[in-house]
């Protein structure tokens, strides 16, 4: 699972604000918890999402410093001004575990009845 947050906004971004999240668990965008989600940012995050959900290394992969393993940096694609009026987005990304569904069970619910 990966959560994405926008650690800054340079110009303006018309989807995203900082402290925006994203969440995702293969294969899907979990929407129920996700702020926005900007077309822009697809092609950046697709190119690395699976790759850093299943155990990549942000370091290799050129995405972090080697003093901040846990995190990948991605951008959007919108360059900003002077070339739109739009702006670029930056986005840090975590690999975060799932957290668990408890089943709950009622006391003698399991139990045959007679």
């Excluded at 940012?41 to 393993?69: F, I, M, N, Q």
């Amino acid at each position: 699972m990966l959560e994405i947050e926008v650690v800054e906004v340079r110009g303006y971004c018309p989807v995203h604000k900082v402290k925006d999240r994203i969440l995702l668990s293969d294969p899907e965008i979990v929407l129920e918890k996700t702020d926005a989600l900007c077309l822009h940012v697809l092609p950046s995050l697709l190119h690395y999402a699976l790759v850093l959900e299943r155990g990549g290394d942000p370091v290799k992969l050129g995405l972090t410093k080697p003093e901040d393993k846990e995190h990948a940096f991605i951008q959007c694609l919108d360059p900003g001004e002077p070339y739109t009026h739009g702006g670029t987005v930056i986005f840090r990304v975590r690999k975060i575990t799932k957290p668990r569904t408890r089943t709950l069970l009622r006391c003698g619910s399991d139990r045959q009845r007679g």
